[in-house]
């Protein structure tokens, strides 16, 4: 197996200055994809302007955000400025969403920082009269952080708000139903939990137990992104809230998992990203994609094909 995974780059800024050659967008422009399918734009999520050049006058069903928890550039913000921060882009996603459309958000809730700053942007959102709360939903890592003085921490929050009547469907787990129960009547008959399934499995509820947590020997990591999100979860919610060909909006592309959850299931992405190396791996990734399968690299990075990037390893990762 290589052995050759890049550092994270929120903590290695001398690296990130030596991929920027490699980029093949900067600030402002859009990389657009061959097929026709796909916009990756090295864009400010928190201006205007920016967000109606990526889309261009289209319209998303579904936006799936995953903004830097209170770090924006790598810089640390108060949470004032942080929920001022998140106020644009909010706004701007709502100008982009069609009627009947659904928003989802990955954030972060500090237990060591009073939680911060979920409950901040959640009493922000209360605000925003044209997105109804419809779900807190919570994916279990395997891995977590804390102290023998505190319960372990394992989880991330994701809000799920919607505009209008959006699509929806039911989506199932791989866990077996084993337990019989829950009975209720039905047209007249009672009826058991399993009686009334439509799957031999679990139906997938707000709290995520069944996705693997991204680690260095899973086949989709991007080594140097520190806050990939497994693309189980991206797939679970493109799914559930768009169909075939619709159109998916991601400001915060990073490792690009919706980008290629949108490629395996034949929708559209717009996604951006305000630092053009995340760009690059983006455009990479998707690249790597279409021509191997594969999702990532396993243990190893996206510029391993660039001498100068081909050896490098990480002891951190493992």
Known sequence: MKNNPLPRLDRANDLREKLLPHCRIGFGEIWEDPEGRHRIGCLDAADKSCVEKLMAGEKA??????????????????????????????????????????????????????????????IMMRGMESFKSRSFITLRNQRGYGTCKNWMA???????????????????????????????????????????SKSDCIRSSNVWVD???????????????????????IDRIVLASSQPEDRVVDFFSHSGSTLISCEGLGRKCNTMDIDPVYCEIAIRRLERFRKTGLQGWQNSNPFEDIDEFSGLSDDSEK
Request: with cysteine; proline share 5%; hydrophobic share 35%.
């Open 61 to 122: 069903v579904l936006a799936i955000h995953d903004p830097p928890y209170n770090l924006i550039a790598f810089e640390e913000r108060s949470i004032e400025e942080f929920i001022n921060w998140c106020f644009k882009w909010i706004n701007n996603t709502g100008a982009i969403l069609d009627d009947d459309s659904s928003l989802y958000v990955w954030l972060g809730a500090d237990q060591n920082s009073d939680f911060q700053p979920l409950p901040d942007f959640m």
């Open 154 to 196: 394992v989880r991330q929050e994701l809000l799920y708000y919607t505009r209008g009547t959006p699509f929806f469907e039911v989506q199932y787990t791989d866990i077996p139903k084993t337990l019989k129960g829950y009975y209720k009547e039905v047209a007249g008959k009672v009826t058991g939990n399993i009686e009334r």
């Open 211 to 233: 996705v693997q947590q991204i680690f260095y020997r899973m086949k989709e990591n991007v080594s140097c992104c520190y806050t990939q999100k497994p693309l189980k979860s």
